[in-house]
């Protein structure tokens, strides 16, 4: 039996940051499992348990005490490893509670910040999308390039300068910081669009793959993805998406805009990748791995 760690009034009212969140969750619920929302839970119920999914404790879910005795098989989620708050208490938390998994959204950025998990139970666990909202590849052709997602803060500086463009149209509405839609609007939302950027920043304290990387690609939409250290891991490459930086960026735009119709096979392949490799089924089956059940 599985226990996965979750507070149900946060869960239910989706008030988790990435619209995947929900879908991971709800998808973990079809299992066999006992929900975990206080440290009264899991005492009263650790005995039944050969396993927890501790989640995003201090978020999403409850931050409880593992009984080492039991020797539970355990995972828990880096999500945003910069925040000052995070470092505070996260390793000590893991060490204490001998937690078996930890899984990264951001590898590189991970170890950057936290480089005392370079070690065999640090995993790389992308972002990843639900499996319903990959649907065939509507053909359009627009005349910009299209941008989502908040720009004022250091994390995102790159995304920032992108702006200046006037071949760049930027949208104030996201799957995170601005959730101006409900999850599933705003999937159905990026299904309007034939290309999409994704940047964040080349400071390597924020130097990630966000969300959107995985996003724009499962619509169907050409990802113009700024180069980010965990690309390659996530099996990305000049065949599925159009990687940039600062030297190249205008160049591969207006190559681009210049002939559309002839990227479409990139756009396929970037779809493709997601959904062989980045869906809520796949991270589902992942876990199925680490924690056996």
Not at 34 to 43: A, G, N, R, T, V
Not at 240 to 248: E, G, L, P, S, V
Not at 249 to 276: C, M, N, T, W
Request: charged share 25%.
């Amino acid at each position: 039996m599985i226990g996965i760690c979750l507070l149900p009034k946060f869960h239910n009212n989706r008030k988790w940051v990435y619209a995947g969140t929900w879908y991971l969750f709800e998808a973990l619920k079809q299992i066999p499992h006992i929900i975990i929302s206080s440290q009264e839970d899991y005492d009263k119920n650790k005995n039944d348990l050969t396993s927890i999914y501790l989640g995003h404790p201090g978020w999403g879910s409850p931050t409880i005490e593992l009984d080492t005795n039991k020797k539970h098989l355990s995972c828990i989620t880096l999500s945003d490893p910069h925040h000052s708050r995070l470092k505070a208490w996260f390793p000590q938390y893991v060490k204490r509670n001998n937690v078996t998994h930890i899984l990264a959204h951001q590898y590189q950025g991970g170890l950057y910040h936290f480089p005392e998990f370079s070690d065999r139970s640090y995993k790389y666990f992308p972002w990843a999308v639900p499996d319903q909202f990959i649907q065939p590849v509507e053909l359009k052709f627009q005349n910009k390039l299209h941008m989502y997602g908040a720009t004022n803060h250091p994390a995102y500086v790159v995304r920032k300068w992108c702006e200046q463009f006037s071949f760049v149209e930027k949208h104030n509405n996201s799957g995170c910081k601005n959730k101006t839609m409900t999850d599933e609007e705003f999937y159905k939302w990026l299904f309007k669009f034939d290309v999409m950027v994704a940047a964040g920043s080349f400071d390597k304290r924020w130097s990630f793959a966000f969300p959107k990387y995985f996003e724009i690609p499962a619509a169907g939409c050409l990802l113009f993805a700024q180069k980010t250290p965990d690309l390659k891991l996530a099996g990305f490459n000049s065949n599925n998406c159009i990687m940039f930086d600062k030297m190249d960026f205008e160049y591969q735009a207006e190559k681009y805009l210049a002939s559309p119709d002839e990227y479409l096979h990139i756009r396929l392949a970037g779809q493709a990748l997601v959904a062989e490799r980045h869906t809520i089924s796949k991270r589902i089956r992942e876990l199925k791995l680490l924690l056996k059940f």
